[in-house]
């Protein structure tokens, strides 16, 4: 079968400040070098419903507070419901930094203003204000669910070794606000290195269904390979429902040649002082 997957890049301009474009670079091209026809939908700034509706797998990076103004006016009532309907119905996405705090309840400015959010995620976030430093650095987490990986194993000669007890993602994180999550929230993982989702509880980024948000930069999916090809796989699977036997997942990634990213997750790997 001829596999082909749309991506919607919502709000690339705004969205984007922390070069957290590479994570779209990245899926596009481990979808071309095992020819799945791909599509990125660029949904900016009044974009039409119908648009987004076509879309299988969702992304939407990072801003600073002035972006997410303006994006929380553009997000009308009717691409509200839209989006909550698809993150309901399994359509997978990823979400990071202010995108990931876009979809709570809330984020407080360090001046007591709300910006009100989604409210698709039982999260909120606050800034502590200028009194709080700002949580920065390279981070890396074990996964909470080993199931997040798609098979893509390490190779080479580096020490860094993943099993199916310990799962790791790398990144780098640069926020002033404090996420805290609600009893139907799940974490993506458990903060090894770093600072997390606020710096108190170890806990990092959410998941819900699907969707998953999360604090790392760096861009996340390059250094990654793992859990990038999670999220095709996740797309395919929600677009070409498998047919084997007792509802089995029947799609399966053919092999790349993950070496080179590899080295780079190693690489902060080490640089956080972690060996696993």
């Not at 969702?58 to 309907?85: E, P, W, Y």
Request: glycine share 12%; net charge positive.
């Amino acid at each position: 079968m001829n596999y082909k997957l749309t991506i919607g890049w919502l709000y690339p301009e705004l969205m984007s400040t922390y070069g957290d474009r590479g994570n779209i670079i990245c899926l596009k091209k481990r979808c071309e070098w095992r020819n799945i026809g791909v599509k990125i939908k660029r949904l900016d700034l009044g974009f039409k419903i119908d648009d987004l509706k076509m879309c299988d797998l969702l992304f939407m990076g990072g801003a600073q507070d002035t972006q997410q103004k303006i994006v929380s006016h553009d997000f009308s009532i009717h691409k509200v419901k839209l989006l909550k309907d698809m993150i309901e119905e399994g359509i997978p996405g990823l979400y990071i930094c202010g995108a990931y705090q876009f979809l709570g309840k809330y984020y407080k400015e360090a001046d007591g203003n709300i910006i009100p959010g989604l409210g698709i995620l039982d999260i909120y976030t606050e800034n502590p204000g200028e009194n709080h430093p700002r949580l920065i650095g390279n981070i890396a987490i074990r996964l909470c669910h080993p199931e997040l990986v798609s098979g893509s194993q390490p190779n080479g000669d580096s020490d860094l070794r993943q099993n199916d007890k310990e799962k790791t993602l790398v990144g780098f994180e640069n926020h002033g606000g404090r996420t805290y999550l609600g009893r139907n929230i799940q974490p993506l993982g458990k903060v090894i290195k770093g600072f997390g989702n606020n710096g108190e509880d170890k806990t990092e980024g959410a998941i819900y269904k699907n969707s998953f948000g999360s604090y790392l930069h760096g861009p996340i999916l390059p250094k990654n390979p793992h859990f990038t090809d999670y999220l095709i796989k996740l797309a395919l699977e929600k677009k070409y429902p498998p047919c084997g036997e007792a509802g089995k997942k029947s799609i399966n990634l053919s092999s790349l040649d993950d070496s080179l990213e590899w080295q780079a997750h190693n690489a902060i790997a080490k640089r956080v002082g972690i060996a696993i």
